[in-house]
């Protein structure tokens, strides 16, 4: 039976569906099989994340309103055979809780992973992904206004009765962490009162359009889910010491 996970935030653009995408992409690399669904009806970006956009085929509305089974509407990722897309789509779609509660449970039998994407915010669309899952994971950036509707977001989900709770702080800069500008993951860990699953930085240049490579620090995360070996990325470990101090100089001056 699937695990069922869903990727929220609060705060629109912290990269929800980028980690959705990531840890997918590492789960699926180590033969676990795992179907994203983008419950982000509207904005979906997740193909797009994966490099599935040119790919016609059937979205959750095609299978909510009897169009297609389930099934049917499951694109699989050429390059990664046991990672699956639900799309969603690009019209804005009403769905609520109960309906994609039950589109999920046709899946939970056939994957080992189901990552749901949320939307941004805490309205209905949040709502409805939150409902299908059981566990959550709770990406936030290192910045007070992420920080804030992250602890709403938990809050909502601790209400809805998921407990499994973790978090994925996305856009750490190692720099400005040890100069102490920026949230370390430990205070953020610290006012949210929830464990680390990752710490992923920055990635200049990282690209939305076209396949990703999950980083060190997404394949870590992984495999913390996977309740394999817990290690969490450190980015200031390259920002310490004498040769770190260079370093932050040197980005300083650039
Ligand atoms: N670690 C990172 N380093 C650099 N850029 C990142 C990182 N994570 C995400 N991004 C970029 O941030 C932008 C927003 O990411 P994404 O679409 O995943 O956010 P989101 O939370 O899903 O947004 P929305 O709330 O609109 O659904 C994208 O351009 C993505 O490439
Ligand atoms: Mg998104």
């Given at each position: 039976?699937?695990?069922?996970?869903?990727?929220?935030?609060g705060?629109?653009?912290?990269?929800?569906?980028?980690?959705?995408?990531?840890?997918?992409?590492?789960?699926?690399?180590?033969?676990?099989?795992?179907?994203?669904?983008?419950?982000?009806?509207?904005l979906?970006?997740?193909?797009?994340?994966l490099?599935?956009?040119?790919?016609?085929?059937?979205?959750?509305?095609?299978?909510?309103?009897?169009?297609?089974?389930?099934?049917?509407?499951?694109?699989?990722?050429?390059?990664?055979?046991?990672?699956?897309?639900?799309?969603g789509?690009?019209?804005?779609?009403?769905?609520?809780?109960?309906t994609?509660?039950?589109?999920?449970?046709?899946?939970e039998?056939?994957?080992?992973?189901?990552?749901?994407?949320?939307?941004?915010?805490?309205g209905?669309?949040?709502?409805a992904?939150v409902?299908a899952?059981?566990?959550?994971?709770v990406?936030?950036?290192p910045?007070?206004?992420?920080?804030?509707?992250?602890?709403?977001?938990i809050?909502?989900?601790?209400?809805?009765?998921?407990?499994t709770?973790?978090?994925?702080?996305?856009?750490?800069?190692?720099?400005?962490v040890?100069?102490?500008?920026?949230?370390?993951?430990k205070?953020?860990?610290?006012?949210?009162?929830?464990?680390v699953?990752g710490v992923?930085?920055?990635?200049?240049?990282?690209s939305?359009e076209?396949?990703?490579?999950?980083h060190i620090?997404?394949?870590?995360a992984?495999?913390?889910?996977?309740?394999g070996?817990?290690r969490v990325y450190d980015?200031?470990?390259r920002y310490?010491?004498f040769?770190?101090?260079?370093?932050r100089?040197?980005?300083?001056?650039?």
């Open positions: 039976m699937a695990r069922k996970i869903v990727i929220t935030s705060k629109g653009g912290v990269g929800k569906s980028t980690m959705t995408a990531l840890i997918g992409i590492a789960l699926a690399k180590k033969g676990e099989r795992v179907a994203l669904v983008d419950a982000d009806f509207g979906n970006n997740l193909d797009l994340y490099g599935l956009e040119g790919c016609d085929g059937y979205a959750i509305p095609d299978v909510l309103a009897g169009k297609c089974r389930v099934r049917q509407a499951l694109l699989r990722h050429p390059k990664y055979p046991t990672l699956w897309l639900l799309k789509d690009k019209d804005s779609f009403p769905i609520n809780a109960q994609l509660k039950g589109l999920i449970m046709q899946m039998g056939e994957f080992d992973y189901l990552l749901i994407d949320s939307p941004a915010g805490v209905e669309g949040f709502l992904a409902s899952a059981d566990e959550g994971v990406v936030v950036a910045q007070l206004s992420s920080v804030r509707d992250a602890d709403k977001a809050q909502r989900m601790k209400g809805l009765g998921i407990h709770l973790s978090l994925l702080i996305n856009g750490s800069h190692g720099d400005l040890v100069e102490g500008e920026e949230f370390s993951p205070e953020i860990a610290k006012l949210l009162k929830l464990p699953l992923v930085p920055h990635i200049y240049g990282l939305c076209g396949e990703l490579t999950p620090a997404v394949r870590y992984a495999e913390i889910l996977r309740g070996k817990r980015p200031t470990k310490s010491g040769w770190g101090s260079i370093r100089g040197l980005k300083r001056s650039l």
